[in-house]
């Protein structure tokens, strides 16, 4: 089983060209998730849960760091992080939800690592390294949500993980559907493009200087 | 009586601003909240921040604004993406997918969002957004405005003149004529981000020559009757909207600057996009003291009231108060697109019938809470402690060479740092403000910072201030000395704020004046690429990442 | 429901501004959007979810 689980995870590292973008694209997910938790500390109304989140956020803009610094060694030049929006999950679903869902989140990260590591460790002992240091904090990370799903969100945690559950999959479903939909779409567009243009060639101005107004 | 809510959003620097019987009593800009820097998207949070501060519920709003016309947008984007055939091809299908999948349907997303029946969701016109914000907050009369930025609804550029129902407009100017597009390019070329290295660029400037005017000139034309026409073939926005520029302009001024590169001023290759900035704004304030005189022309007015993205211009509107025909010139400080929502709301409002009332103070946004920050802090393993008199303590620090961020009452409306939420230290070294640059902000080494001075000194430091933009710093002036070389640009001009009794900074610059310092340097509280901090659990982050020396939330102190 | 209330309106502005050709696209073009609704919309990548591939 983990053999399967191991070859998943880390079957496009061998891939040409594949290594700096995923990076890149963890660093990317550790940049939105130090937004969620930036976020989560303003808006909790517990300053030791806040300071616990901005800890984490700490941790996160570090791991996105590391990981776009070896984006960069991968691919030989720099890279830089695309500007995204978040999901402002904690807005949206309340505190038991979002930790329930960073929770989800560490512990599918901690067994991705897990893997990553192991993948490394001879190929590339630098890159396995660092990827070990945030391994680390995952962990962490895991067990201090636990801890919270257990003790003071402990409330209606069982609903908490069952919601954060159908959030996680409906936005796989989204970012599968959008992935599918793109070509199509893309497709209908420039259809539509060159069908209307001959309907649209009064559409050119370019009209300088003063329109005066009454 | 009416309480209305307006909204900026889809494009960049998405807001709230909340009018109740025709007091602005709240204003948010998204990205403060939301942590991503010019965040677009719908500002649920900067809304919910907005009621929240005016102690309304949504049920209880009269009227939701939204800053420009949808649909006009959706039109504009078809029209452009077909006058461009075939190239435009990309263009239309990335354009329609973001407006078919959202932006069109931004009134029904706010009804949805408040809770609110869609009747109750309106909009207005995207420039009258801008001018509405700047005549309403404005401290004058016998007024005209002026609007200028990248593109509204169709326009460019417009002249407003007062009117009963919100501003009438005399005369506009046409995309994709337009400062703010020439701009971007110019900013896009030197390898800034657009809508966010403008700064960068007015920055830059300063370090070279003009010598590429007759180059730029082929760009940007200003004709007799103060309007101007870009060489629009020169320009891609439809083709590349984060670029802007297209191979014309490349063949006209030589290869662009790649983004990822430091910086080095002392490089040939560096200078010469130095020289290709001062050419640049050089230009653009050309052109905007022509539209200025245009504006006068047209009205008589005797005061300028600016709003619109290429508003943020200072050194520009410091050339406008200078040479231009008006005796007093004023800018909304959210003069870009986050401003478009105060003026939504205000439009709004004088439509259900009430009276503006403009006085206007830009402390707009959430506030701060001390007891928070200092238990939060505390559980950061950090020293908190409430302090007697935060003023001359923090007084004495900075006197001594201490980095302070300062965090006071409800955060900034507009740009810039304020001193609700500031990075303060002393302006007559030239090392701290090193220090601040790469450490604690980790910024190009170019970027100039800005000074802050009490009233009754600033004209003893600074030629023409205090004026109507300077407490908001939306202008430059030149520095009588060197004496405050850490916050004076290598022109010698600054950017100073000047702070009256009721500024959030009057008390400290007293105290300082105690150590024989009356001005500090003043930036905003935050690190490059972030927006500016709001909440004080942000401020908490952003101390314990950059490691200022010291941070001040209200009476409480935090160290490490 | 509220997104007729936009339908309306949109239909009628290009009508009101004379643009009768763009009415059909528009037609064809909030099919597509429905499509885009329905499947799209995500503007953030996934915090803590990261890339398999």
């Known amino acids: ?214 | 009586m009416a309480a209305v809510l307006g909204v900026s959003a889809h494009y960049h620097d998405a807001a709230a601003a909340l009018v109740v019987d025709g007091r602005i009593v709240a204003a948010q800009q998204e990205e403060r909240l939301s942590r991503v820097k010019n965040d677009p998207s719908l500002p649920r949070m900067a809304i919910d921040a907005c009621l929240a501060l005016g102690d309304i519920e949504a049920a209880a709003l009269d009227r939701v604004v939204f800053y420009e016309n949808p649909y006009r947008k959706l039109e504009r984007v078809m029209v452009g993406s077909f006058a461009a055939f075939p190239r435009g091809a990309g263009f239309f299908r990335r354009a329609l997918r973001s407006q078919l999948g959202d932006k069109l349907w931004v009134l029904d997303q706010l009804a949805a969002h408040l809770g609110v029946k869609r009747e109750r969701v309106s909009f207005v016109d995207h420039h009258q957004s801008h001018a509405a914000s700047a005549l309403d907050c404005a401290p004058f009369d016998d007024a005209v405005a002026l609007t200028i930025d990248g593109v509204g609804e169709q326009e460019s550029t417009a002249i407003w003149a007062p009117a009963d129902g919100g501003p009438r407009r005399v005369a506009s100017i046409d995309y994709p004529h337009s400062l703010g597009l020439f701009y971007a390019a110019i900013t896009a070329y030197l390898g800034f981000r657009v809508n966010e290295g403008e700064f960068k660029v007015m920055g830059l400037s300063a370090y070279g020559t003009s010598r590429f005017d007759d180059e730029v000139n082929q760009l940007l034309r200003v004709a007799a009757d103060g309007s101007f026409r870009l060489r629009t073939s020169a320009f891609d926005e439809h083709l590349r909207p984060d670029r802007a520029y297209g191979d014309e302009l490349v063949q006209l001024l030589g290869p662009a600057r790649e983004s990822q590169r430091p910086w080095d001023l002392d490089s040939g290759e560096d200078r010469r996009f130095a020289d290709l900035a001062a050419s640049a704004q050089r230009a653009l304030e050309e052109a905007v003291l022509a539209l200025g005189r245009a504006a006068h022309e047209r009205t008589g007015a005797r005061h300028l009231a600016l709003a619109g993205g290429v508003a943020l211009n200072c050194s520009a509107n410091a050339r406008l108060l200078a040479e231009g025909p008006f005796e007093r010139v004023f800018v909304q400080p959210a003069a870009g697109d986050a401003g478009g929502a105060l003026g939504a709301a205000l439009l709004g409002a004088r439509s259900e019938g009430d009276a503006i009332d403009g006085r206007f103070d830009p402390a707009l946004g959430v506030a701060a809470d001390p007891d928070r920050a200092m238990a939060v802090a505390r559980h950061l393993g950090l020293n908190a402690d409430r302090v007697d008199d935060p003023e001359r303590e923090a007084a004495e620090r900075l006197a001594g060479g201490a980095i302070v961020a300062w965090v006071r009452g409800r955060s900034e409306w507009g740009p810039r740092a304020l001193g609700q939420r500031s990075l303060l230290t002393r302006g007559d070294d030239v090392t701290l403000r090193d220090v601040l640059n790469r450490r604690i902000k980790g910024r190009e080494a170019f970027r100039p910072f800005a000074p802050v001075v009490r009233d009754e000194h600033a004209s003893a430091l600074f030629e023409g201030a205090p004026n109507d933009m300077t407490p908001a710093m939306t202008t430059v002036c030149r520095a009588m000395d060197d004496s405050l070389p850490g916050c004076t640009h290598v022109d010698g001009t600054a950017r100073v704020q000047t702070v009256g009794p009721e500024g959030a900074l009057d008390g400290l610059l007293r105290a300082m004046e105690g150590h024989g310092q009356r001005a500090l340097l003043n930036t905003s509280l935050n690190a490059a690429g972030e927006p500016l901090v709001a909440h004080v659990t942000d401020a908490l982050d952003f101390f314990v990442r950059r490691k200022p020396d010291v941070l001040y939330v209200e009476d409480v102190r935090i160290t490490r | 429901m509220s997104r007729l209330t936009t339908l309306r309106e949109l239909i009628g502005h290009f009508i009101g501004r004379r643009k009768f050709f763009f009415v059909p696209l528009l037609i064809v073009l909030l099919v597509a959007g429905g499509l885009l609704l329905l499947t799209g919309g995500l503007s953030y990548v996934a915090p803590f979810v990261y890339t398999l591939f």
């Not at chain 1, 998943?8 to 939105?32: D, I, K, N, Q």
């Not at chain 1, 517990?46 to 300071?51: G, I």
């Not at chain 1, 060694?73 to 038991?96: D, I, M, N, Q, T």
């Not at chain 1, 001879?122 to 799903?149: G, M, N, V």
């Open chain 1, 1 to 214: 089983m983990r053999a399967l689980a191991d070859f998943v995870y880390t079957f496009s590292w061998r891939l040409p060209g594949r290594r700096w973008r995923r990076l890149l694209a963890f660093a990317e997910a550790e940049a939105e998730s130090a937004l969620e938790l930036r976020c989560a500390a303003a808006a909790t109304s517990d300053p030791e849960r806040a300071a616990l989140y901005l800890k984490h956020a700490a941790d996160e803009a570090r791991h996105a760091e590391i990981l776009q610094r070896r984006a960069t060694l991968a691919r030989g030049s720099a890279v830089s992080l695309p500007r995204r929006g978040h999901a402002r999950l904690f807005e949206r679903f309340g505190e038991p939800v979002f930790i329930a869902y960073v929770h989800r989140g560490e512990r599918r990260g901690r067994r991705q690592f897990e893997a990553h590591v192991r993948f490394f460790e001879r190929r590339d002992p630098a890159l396995a390294a660092a990827l070990k240091s945030i391994l680390a904090d995952e962990r962490r990370h895991e067990s201090y949500t636990a801890e919270l799903l257990a003790g003071p969100l402990a409330d209606g945690a069982p609903a908490a993980r069952r919601r954060a559950r159908r959030v996680d999959l409906g936005d796989r479903w989204r970012r599968v559907g959008s992935a599918l939909t793109g070509p199509l779409f893309a497709v209908l567009m420039l259809l539509l493009y060159v069908l209307a243009a001959p309907l649209a060639l009064g559409a050119r101005g370019d009209r300088a200087g003063w329109r005066t107004h009454d």
